[in-house]
């Protein structure tokens, strides 16, 4: 985790790309120390790993490999207590490519439990098969389809009308993604910002983190 100089005012998640400590895409929060102070004032980032490809799914069988409920109940409960905050500070998520995904239904499937999704070159949002990585991970083709971040948008949009709680990056490498993403949300009436910041490599990188992280507290700001 990293802590800021200031006073805690909120908590965001970055979510992984890589299972353990790979470092093929970088590391979330090398990256985001790079980032201007007032991007990181009052912000804990803490970056969870998983020991196998982290869609943050919960596998249909196997009780070791639960990835939603291991963030949920045992990752975020102990940042919360580390902090030792008598007030709960809202919780963010970040994240791009499968960490996008996984942002999106995070929110989606826990609307009372995380308050903004900022992702950016976010993964499944257009129309093709799902990813090898995500059909083993899940582990049936019905809990495949519990996890569809397009259809988890769809079933809980309700939650979501309210206040803007989506801010939809690009365009990295995954164009149609971005597109089908804001063409989604504008059908479903779910208030968000879609925006297209400078092209980057599809990696930690602070040339999509910085704004992605600007309109993450534009967000937050207007709940």
Request: aromatic share 6%; with cysteine; net charge neutral.
């Amino acid at each position: 985790m990293t802590w800021p100089e200031q006073h805690v005012r909120r908590v965001v998640l970055a979510l992984p790309v890589e299972k353990g400590d790979e470092r093929k895409y970088g590391h979330s929060l090398t990256e985001i120390g790079r980032l201007p102070a007032d991007l990181r004032d009052g912000t804990v980032f803490a970056a969870p790993t998983f020991s196998e490809s982290p869609w943050l799914v919960n596998h249909a069988t196997r009780a070791d490999c639960r990835q939603e409920d291991h963030l949920v109940q045992v990752v975020l409960p102990t940042v919360l207590a580390i902090l030792g905050t008598r007030t709960r500070p809202p919780v963010h998520l970040l994240g791009f490519s499968k960490g996008g995904f996984a942002a999106l239904n995070l929110l989606t499937r826990h609307p009372t439990l995380f308050g903004v999704a900022s992702v950016w070159d976010a993964s499944l949002l257009s129309d093709r098969p799902p990813h090898p990585q995500l059909v083993d991970i899940a582990g049936s083709t019905a809990r495949l389809d519990e996890y569809d971040a397009r259809q988890n948008l769809r079933r809980h949009a309700h939650h979501l009308r309210g206040t803007r709680r989506i801010a939809l990056g690009g365009i990295g490498t995954l164009e149609a993604d971005w597109t089908a993403g804001r063409r989604l949300l504008e059908t479903l009436g779910i208030p968000h910002d879609a925006y297209r910041d400078a092209p980057a490599d599809h990696r930690w990188d602070p040339a999509w983190l910085a704004p992605a992280i600007r309109h993450l507290l534009t967000l937050e700001a207007d709940r």
